[in-house]
């Protein structure tokens, strides 16, 4: 069983930065970002892999935001800048435990994050 608890949310002009962080309780083999706003599915927006060495980002956050890892910390880090204000959503962090393929099984509370124009 892995906790997932993010911070970091809160509300920004468009074209400022917020850094959230997810600390996890327990090992991961993979740890990402996903987000949603009302009215929308929810979208991964950025994924990391243990040890930091791959990462992979969705093409609305490619360029702006930053996904990248604290082994020592267990934690994850989402830095974004440039924000617009179609960033504003619910920030999730979720965990994957299953080596050897990513699939999220566990998930935060949910962190909000809003970006006025």
């Known amino acids: 069983q892995v906790h997932l608890v993010e911070s970091g949310g809160g509300s920004v002009q468009a074209g400022g930065s917020l850094r959230l962080s997810c600390v996890a309780s327990?090992?991961?083999?993979?740890m990402g970002w996903l987000r949603q706003a009302p009215g929308k599915e929810r979208e991964g927006i950025a994924t990391i892999f243990l040890g930091g060495s791959r990462a992979f980002y969705a093409d609305s956050v490619k360029g702006r935001f930053t996904i990248s890892q604290d082994n020592a910390k267990n934690t994850v880090y989402l830095q974004m800048n440039s924000l617009k204000p179609e960033d504003t959503a619910n920030y999730y962090c979720?965990?994957?435990?299953?080596?050897?393929?990513?699939?999220?099984?566990?998930w935060g509370q949910g962190t909000q994050v809003t970006v006025s124009s």
């Open positions: 327990g090992n991961t083999y993979c």
């Open positions: 979720a965990a994957g435990t299953r080596p050897g393929v990513c699939v999220y099984n566990f």
